[in-house]
C-alpha cells in the first residue's frame, strides 16, 4: 500500500475535483458562522421569504391553470415587467411541460430568479436550456438552488456562454456529484478549462452508470470487495489494469445497499449480470495488485535513476529556456497610442496639413535664391530671362514653408513694377489714337438713336421709342467700356501716382504675407521642438525600465537556480530514506513543479515588457526622426523668408526711384480720361435716370389701374354688371404687364448701381486732383426729386378736384337730407322730406356730375 500510494498517479481532473470539493464545503462553513441565526439574511429567513412568494405563485397556477397567465400574474404582483418572449414559452398547463428551451434569450438578475421560481414549481421539466443567453456566473447560485429542489430535472444546457468560468464550474461541479439524477451538462463553449470540462464529464459519466444500474426495485447490496477490505479504498493507479476497470472504480460500490420495491424478474436478472462483472472486474485486480507490489519494490532504485535523469534534463530545459526564449506575439503598441500617451501637439492629422507646405528633409539645407533675386533687380535682365528665373523661383522655393506661392507673386508684382520704362508711354498713345476712332464713332451712333427716340416721342410711337432708347443705352455703355479700357492702360502703365499707389500696396501686402509666414513657421517649429523633448523624454524612461527589469530579472533568475539546487539537494537527501520522508519528497516535487512554472511565466512576462517597451522606444524614435526631417524644412523655410524680406525692401527703393525719375505726362493723360469720362458718364446716367423714372411712376398708374379695375370687380358683383367677366380680363392682362414692367424697372436699376460702382473710385481721384464739378449721382437724384414734385403737384391737382365733385358734395347733400328728416320727425309732417336716393345725370332739379374718366380701366397708347 505504501509503494501503491507511492506511484499513484493523480491526473489534473482528481486533483481539481478534490480542490472544488474543498473549497464548496469551506465556502458553506464560512457563510454559516458569518451570518447571525436571527439576521434577515439567515438560511431559515431567506427560506420562509422565499416559502412565501412561492406560495403566491402556486395560488395564481391554481386560478390560472395557463402557465403565462400565472406567470405574468406573478411578474405584476412582484412589480416586475414580463418577458414577452417567456411567456410565448409557456403557453401551456404546468403540468404539462417537460422541457423548456430558453436558448438566445436575455435575462435580468430579477428576472431570472423568477423564472427559476416558476421552474421550480413544475413537477414533470426534465430538461432545461440556457445555449447562447449569455449566461453570468452570478445566475449560477438561482440555477443549482432551483436544481438542488427539483425532483425530475436530469439534462441542463448552459453552452456558447462565455461568462461560465472557473467560478461557475465551483457550483456546477458539488450540484452534479450530490444530485445523482442529473445525466447531462453541456459546458461546451464556455470559459471553463479543459481539465474542469473533463471533470464534470467524468461526474456525469458517473450519474449515468449509476442510473443504469438503478431501477424503481430496492437495489441489492453488492458483495464485499477485496478493496474495501484493505483500507476501504479502491487503487487508482492505472499501471496493469485492465481498460475497462477505471470505469468501475469510478463507482462507489457502497451507494447500493437498502431495500427498494420488488422488481421484475427481468431487472433481477440485470442487476445479478452487472454485479457479477462488477465483482469481477474487483477480483481480477485484487490478484493484481499483490504481483504488482513486488515488482513495484524491485523498480524503486530504477525509478530514481530515472527521476534523477529528468530533474536533469528539467534543468537543462530551463537553462535552454533562459538563454533561449523569444516573445511569441507581437506588440499592439502604435503611434496612436505614443501620441496619446505623451498628448503630442503634432498629431497625424496636423502632420498632414503641415506637410501640405512642407518637405520632409533628412538633414539640413540651405536653400540659396538670393543669386535670383539679385538677377532680377538687375536692370539689364531681359524680360524673357525674368520669367524664367520666376519659374525656377518658384520651384525652388515651393513646399518648403506656408504662403511660398503668394510670397512669389510678389516677386513677380514687383519685377512688374520696376519694368515700367518710357517706352510704356509710346505704347499708351498709340492705344489711345486707335480707340479715339472707336469713341468718335459709337458717340455718333448714340446721338442718332437718341435723335430717332425724341422724334418717336412726338409722333407718340412709345414703343419704338422705348425701343431706340434702349438701344442708346447699350451704345453709351459700349462707349464706357472703351473709356474704361483706356483707363486701366493709363493707371497701369503711365500713372505716377497709380504706380507709387500699387507700390505701397503691393510692399505692404508682402510684408504682411511674410509676417504671417514667419509666425506660422515659428509655431511650427516651436510645436516640433516640444514633441521632440517629449519624445526623447519616453525614450529615456523606457530604457531606464528596461534595464530596471534587467537586473530585477538577473535577480530573480539568481534566486529560482539557487532555490532549485537546494531543491534537487533536499531530494537527494530524501532519497536515502525514502519510506520515512515519501510525503516530503512528494511536497517537493510539487514545489520544483510550482517553482518551474512561475518561473516560465516570469520569463514570458519579462519578455512581452521587453518587447513592449522596445516597440515605444522604436515607433518614438521614428517618430523623432520624422519631426527632425521637418525641422530641418522650418529651418529652410526661415532663410528663404529673409532673402524675400531683403528682396522686398530693395525691390521697393529701386521702384522709387523709378517713380522719381518718370515724367507726370501719364498723370496728365490720365487725369484728362477722367474728365472724359465723367461727361460721357453725366449724359448716360442722367438719360437712365430719366427713363427709370418715367418707367416707375408707369409702373405705379398701373397699379392704381389695377386697383380700381379690382373695386370695379367688386362694384360689378354688388351691381349685377354683365360686364364682370370683361373687367377681370382687363384685370389679368394688367397684372402680366405690370410683372414685365417690375422686371424692366429692376434690370435698369441693376444697369446703373453697376456702372454707378465703377465711376465712383474715379469721382474721387478726380476731386483729390482738385477738380471742381458736381457729382452726376447727385445730379440725377435732384432732377428725380424735381420730377416727382411736379408729378405730385399735378396728382394733387386732380384729387383736390376729385374731393370737390365727390366727397365734399356728397357730404353737403347728406347733411342736408339729415336736416329735412329731423324737421319731419320733430314736426311729425312727412312732407319735409328730400329725396334719400340721388337722381342720375341728367335728371331735373339736380345737377350731376359728368362721369370720370379716371374710373375707365382702358389702357392709353403706348402700353
Known sequence: IFFRRLYQQFTMAEALEE??????????????????????????????KKKETQGGLRSLMVTSPNLAEAYNGYCKSLKLPADP?????????????????????????????????????????????????????????????????????????????AGLGFAAAKLLLPMIKAHRHIIDLNVEGTSMAGPTKELIQKVLDSNRLRTEL??????????????????????????????????????????FGGESPAQSPTKLAEARDGNMKLMGSVSDQSQKIPKYIGKMKERVTEDEQVMNSIQNAQHKAVSAWNQQYQCAQNSEFTKDDLISQLDLSIDDESLEDLLEFYTLTRQAQYININPALNELLDSKTSRRRRTTIQQDLLKQIEGHGPNMEKL?????????????????????????????????????????????????????DLRSAETKFEEYLEVEEQIIDVVLFRLSQLLDKGSKQQLLENLEKCDENARKCAEEAKAQNAETKARVDEDIVKLEEKQTVEQKNVKKRGEAFEEAKAVIDTKLEDNLASQEKIWVNLQQSISELEALGKDRTALVNGWVGKVEEHAVANMESDAMIKVSKERVKLLECLKHDCNSCEGILKNLSDFYDRASVLTKQLVNSTSSEGDNLVLEEQRNYLNIFREYYMQLGEWMFKKSKRLEEVDRMIRSCEFQIE???????????????????????????????????????????????????????????????????????????????????????????????????????????????????????????????????????????????AAPAGF
Open 19 to 48: 480542490y472544488i470539493m474543498r473549497e464548496s464545503i469551506k465556502e458553506k462553513e464560512e457563510a454559516a458562522a458569518t451570518t447571525p441565526k436571527g439576521s434577515p439574511k439567515s438560511p431559515s429567513k431567506a427560506k420562509d
Open 85 to 161: 418572449s417567456v411567456a410565448r414559452l409557456l403557453e401551456c398547463n404546468h403540468d404539462e411541460l417537460e422541457s423548456l428551451d430558453l436558448s438566445d434569450l436575455m435575462f435580468t438578475a430579477q428576472g431570472f430568479d423568477v423564472l427559476m421560481e416558476v421552474c421550480q414549481t413544475l413537477p414533470n421539466l426534465q430538461r432545461l436550456s440556457f445555449a447562447s443567453t449569455n449566461f453570468k456566473s452570478e445566475c449560477v447560485p438561482s440555477l443549482v438552488e432551483m436544481v438542488q429542489e427539483h425532483p425530475s430535472i436530469v439534462a441542463l444546457d448552459l453552452s456558447n456562454n
Open 214 to 255: 438503478e431501477g424503481p426495485r430496492p437495489k441489492v447490496k453488492p458483495p464485499a470487495s477485496p478493496a474495501s477490505s484493505a483500507g476501504g479504498r479502491s487503487p487508482r493507479s492505472n499501471r496493469g489494469m485492465s481498460p475497462n476497470a477505471g470505469d468501475s472504480f469510478g463507482v462507489s460500490l457502497n451507494e
Open 408 to 460: 512669389c507673386g510678389f516677386v513677380k508684382t514687383f519685377v512688374e513694377l520696376m519694368g515700367q520704362d518710357k517706352s510704356a508711354m509710346a505704347e499708351l498713345k498709340q492705344m489711345l489714337e486707335e480707340t479715339n476712332g472707336q469713341m468718335m464713332e459709337f458717340k455718333a451712333r448714340a446721338a442718332r438713336l437718341l435723335q430717332d427716340q425724341k422724334d418717336m416721342m412726338e409722333q407718340e
Open 715 to 857: 362694384f360689378c358683383k354688388e351691381t349685377l354688371d354683365p360686364d364682370l367677366p370683361r373687367y377681370r380680363n382687363q384685370l389679368k392682362e394688367m397684372q402680366q404687364r405690370r410683372g414685365e414692367m417690375a422686371t424692366k424697372v429692376e434690370a435698369l436699376e441693376i444697369r446703373g448701381d453697376e456702372k454707378a460702382s465703377m465711376f465712383l473710385p474715379h469721382e474721387q481721384a478726380l476731386r483729390k486732383a482738385g477738380e471742381q464739378f458736381d457729382s452726376p449721382l447727385l445730379l440725377m437724384h435732384e432732377h428725380v426729386v424735381e420730377s416727382r414734385a411736379r408729378v405730385l403737384m399735378q396728382r394733387t391737382q386732380f384729387l383736390n378736384r376729385d374731393k370737390e365733385e365727390l366727397v365734399e358734395k356728397e357730404a353737403m347733400q347728406i347733411d342736408e337730407l339729415a336736416a329735412s328728416a329731423k324737421s319731419a320727425r320733430d314736426t311729425g309732417a312727412a312732407t319735409l322730406l328730400k329725396g334719400a336716393i340721388p337722381k342720375p345725370p341728367g335728371s331735373s332739379g339736380r345737377e350731376a356730375a359728368a362721369p370720370r374718366p379716371a374710373q375707365s380701366v
